[in-house]
């Protein structure tokens, strides 16, 4: 009787043991979760500016086109061209 007491009362404490490195552990994910979401909306918006600077870049590039090819063209003898 008092072997299975002893062997109740190391059980139950080792259960104890494993339940609070289970919550810790449980604990540093969610942190970890909650970093990774956090960084990942940071990077979302980001790629969002960067689109729009793509986007502005590409309007300004073809809006230089005609002013570029009216260059060329008074710019350079026809003989050259």
Same mark, same amino acid.
């Given at each position: /009787?008092?072997?299975? =007491?002893?062997?109740?009362?190391?059980?139950? #404490?080792?259960?104890?043991? &494993?339940?609070?490195?289970? !919550?810790?552990?449980? /604990?540093?994910?969610? =942190?970890?979760?909650?970093?990774?979401?956090? #960084?990942?909306?940071?990077? &979302?918006?980001?790629?969002? !500016?960067?689109?729009?600077?793509?986007?502005?870049?590409?309007?300004?590039?073809?809006?230089?086109?005609?002013?570029?090819?009216?260059?060329?063209?008074?710019?350079?003898?026809?003989?050259?061209?």
């Amino acid at each position: /009787a008092i072997k299975r =007491d002893v062997r109740r009362t190391k059980n139950r #404490e080792a259960a104890k043991t &494993l339940k609070q490195l289970r !919550n810790d552990i449980e /604990a540093q994910l969610k =942190d970890r979760l909650k970093e990774l979401e956090s #960084e990942e909306r940071s990077l &979302l918006f980001e790629i969002d !500016n960067l689109r729009e600077y793509k986007h502005s870049l590409e309007e300004r590039c073809q809006q230089s086109i005609p002013m570029y090819n009216f260059m060329i063209r008074t710019a350079v003898p026809a003989s050259l061209r």
